[in-house]
Structure formats: structure tokens, C-alpha cells
């Protein structure tokens, strides 16, 4: 296989390196974990992007126009994943006895299906850019590539996404979300 492209090669090597630090449940909010979850969600767009461009065994400048496009819509979907996070953790107080939690169980499962309706637009999007001027061997790469990547690491892109116990063959996120009811 081709040796990865330079551009790919500048991500920085501390991205790449070690585990993240053990810490509380992914929910947690404090600015040691907001770092934590940038620092994992870093080294998870550099995995998937390396990824690719060995998938589909780009030349520099594709690499840098693989990468443009996953950035751009991994900025739509972060909001996204957002949503979802903080959706759940009402769901998950709210299954655990939480009063003010169970006034908003509706509008959280409202706001977890809307979320996920456009991460699946915004990812169809994305794969599309991508394939956009493939061979149709690598369309098939790029499709196969993406989705192993997502059954393994989830909806991983954002905060909380990272895997846990529980995942079914029914995808990564369970029933309605994140890490489902299923993998809390």
C-alpha cells in the first residue's frame, strides 16, 4: 500500500499518541474533560482521515481535499452531536428517578430523533463529496471504510461518542442515540 501523503504525515504527533487520560462517565462537563473529549476527538478525525486516504490510496492533493471536506462537514456535525449528548444525559437522569429530568423526557427524545435524522443527512452528504470523482471500486472502499469506521468508534465524532458495552449489531447508537439505552 501507498505510503501516507505528507499533509497527512504534519497532523501532530501527540495527537496520535497514547490513551486519553481515565476520567469520569463521558457525560462529565468539567474544562479537564472538555479537553479530554477535544484531545479524543482529534486523534478520531485523524485516524478516520489516514484511514481513507490509505483506503483509497490518495495522492497528496486529493488527501488535502479528503481532508477540507471532512472537516467542513464534521463542523456541521458537531452541533449535532451535541444535541444528542445532552439529550441523553436528561434521558439517563431521567430513567435514573430524576423529577425535573422526567418533565423533559418527551422534548429530549423529540430533540435525540431530529438530531440523528440530520446527522444521517449531513453524512450522506458528506460521502457523497467524497465520492464524488471516484472509481467505483474506490466509492465502494470509501463507503466500506466509513461504515467500519462508525461501527467501531459510533457516532464518535463529538463528545461522549466514544464505545462502550452494549453496542448491538442494530449500529452503534442503540435505539435513539448516543450509546442508546442499551450501552450506558
Do not use: C, W
Not at 436528561?90 to 418527551?106: C, E, H, T
Request: positive net charge; proline residues 7%.
Amino acid at each position: 500500500m501507498k505510503t501516507l501523503p505528507l499533509v497527512l504525515l504534519a497532523v501532530p504527533f501527540f495527537v496520535l499518541a497514547g490513551p486519553p487520560e481515565p476520567g469520569p462517565r463521558a457525560g462529565a462537563t468539567s474544562s479537564g474533560d472538555a479537553a479530554r473529549f477535544d484531545h479524543m476527538e482529534q486523534r478520531m478525525r485523524a485516524a478516520r482521515a489516514m484511514g481513507l486516504v490509505e483506503a483509497l490510496e490518495l495522492n497528496d492533493a486529493d488527501a488535502a481535499r479528503l481532508r477540507e471536506i471532512l472537516t467542513r462537514y464534521d463542523d456541521q456535525r458537531k452541533p449535532l452531536m451535541r444535541q444528542v449528548h445532552d439529550s441523553m444525559l436528561v434521558l439517563r437522569d431521567a430513567a435514573s428517578g430524576d423529577k425535573g429530568a422526567q418533565r423533559q423526557v418527551d422534548e429530549s427524545v423529540r430533540r435525540v430523533f431530529d438530531a440523528r435524522a440530520k446527522l444521517e443527512s449531513v453524512d450522506r452528504e458528506m460521502y457523497q463529496e467524497i465520492a464524488r470523482d471516484l472509481s467505483p471500486e474506490k466509492r465502494a472502499r470509501a463507503a466500506v471504510f466509513l461504515a467500519r469506521f462508525q461501527g467501531r468508534f459510533g457516532m464518535g465524532m463529538g463528545p461522549g461518542g466514544s464505545p462502550g458495552p452494549g453496542r448491538g449489531p442494530g449500529g452503534a447508537h442503540g435505539a435513539i442515540g448516543e450509546r442508546g439505552m442499551r450501552g450506558q
